[in-house]
Structures are given as C-alpha cells and as structure tokens.
Antibody
C-alpha cells in the first residue's frame, strides 16, 4: 500500500525558511521508475509544481522559484525534504508531495493529503 | 516555458458528455495526464499517457491527444463527477525536465 504524508509547520513568518518533509511507504525512493515531486495550491487557485527528485538524485525545479527551493531525499528514511527560503504571504498554500511513476511518461499516481502552510506575522 | 491552457469552466447536464480541453504547442507529441480534484481533497489521477485509465477509474473517463489539443471526455456524467480537472505534462524542451499543469477546469453538473 503506497502512502505519502507531508509534515511541517502550519504557520511561518515572512522571511523565514519553510522545511517540509514527505514520508513515503509502500515503495522505495531508489526505484528507477519512480520519483517524488512537491506541488502546491494556494486557496482557490490552481496546482503549481515546485520541484522533483529522481531515484538517481537528479533534481528539477520550477524556473520561477528555483532560487528559493532545495529538494533532497534520504532513501534510508523514506523521506523527501523541501526547503523554501524567504517565505512571503503569497506562499500561503496547501503543499502536496506526490509520487511520479514512469510508464510512457511520468504521471503522479499517488498524492499525500496535503498540508496547509500559512505565512503571516 | 511551456503553457497549458484549459477553459475555466464547463457545464453539462447529468447523463450527457463533458469534454474538457487542454491546449499546448504540439501537445500531441507529449504524454498528457489528467487529475480530478474535489473540494478539500488531493488530486486523483483519472487518465494517464493520453488515454489510459488507472485501475478503479470508470470507463466513462477517456482521453485523446493530437496536434495542439488534448481532451478529457467524461461520458454519462454523474453528479459525483463535479470537480476541478487539471491536465499535466512533463516539458523537456528547456534545460532539465519541468512539470507543467494547466490552469484547471471546473466541471459543473447542472
């Protein structure tokens, strides 16, 4: 049974750094056909992809947020961590982690429940 | 950067067919995936690789992709299909791979 679960602070102050952890089970982060992305969704708005990490540790970032994001993984702990620096109220959103699996393309077949992060002083 | 364009809203009566489009430059050359998101819930994959369905997704959900438009078709629409729908591709045209989501379409069942 595949599960992903996000954890981290629910409230951060402007200019602070956000650290979110995605703990996965039911698959290995070393599986070559799998990877994990972070995706966010501001209240009432669309999904926005943030970052992805592949099994070989290759990383990819949203062009617009690249300077603020770092994604990493600890395969032994089955965790993927996202840090986002210099948080602003516009970063208030539900943050999801999702598993990408390769068939003919990479699709997100399992998602975490999401965690709402509010940025406010 | 690659852009996916979806209509903000689509309305359909129960039992009819809903078609949600996703436009992108030469999108027919890419694998398109579709997600359904109901209020307060995480997205759920309903179609992957243009036209394949994950297990557990009704056959009423189908997809196609050609030229500059991909389409999610929902046949015999039910009230429970009311949700936001997002298309998604991986874009490798620039440096590295990037994930791109469409802006989402709200499906209203009249």
């Amino acid at each position: 049974q595949v599960t992903l679960k996000e954890s981290g602070p629910v409230l951060v102050k402007p200019t602070e750094t956000l650290t979110l952890t995605c703990t996965v089970s039911g698959f290995s982060l070393s599986n070559a056909r799998m990877g994990v992305s972070w995706i966010r969704q501001p209240p009432g708005k669309a999904l926005e992809w943030l970052a992805h990490i592949f099994s070989n540790d290759e990383k990819s970032y949203s062009t617009s947020l690249k300077s603020r994001l770092t994604i990493s993984k600890d395969t032994s702990k089955s965790q993927v961590v996202l840090t986002m620096t210099n948080m602003d109220p516009v970063d208030t959103a539900t943050y999801y982690c999702a598993r990408a699996v390769y068939s003919s393309g990479w699709e997100f077949d399992y998602w975490g429940q999401g965690t709402l992060v509010t940025v406010s002083s | 950067s690659y852009v996916l364009t979806q209509p903000p809203s689509v309305s359909v009566a129960p039992g009819q067919t809903a078609r949600i489009t996703c436009g992108g430059n030469n999108i027919g050359s890419k694998s398109v995936h579709w997600y359904q998101q109901k209020p307060g819930q995480a997205p759920v994959l309903v179609v992957y690789d243009d036209s394949d369905r994950p297990s557990g997704i009704p056959e009423r959900f189908s997809g196609s992709n050609s030229g500059n438009t991909a389409t999610l078709t929902i046949s015999r629409v039910e009230a429970g299909d009311e949700a936001d729908y997002y298309c998604q591709v991986w874009d490798s045209s620039s440096d590295h791979f990037k994930v791109v989501f469409g802006g989402g379409t709200k499906l209203t069942v009249l």
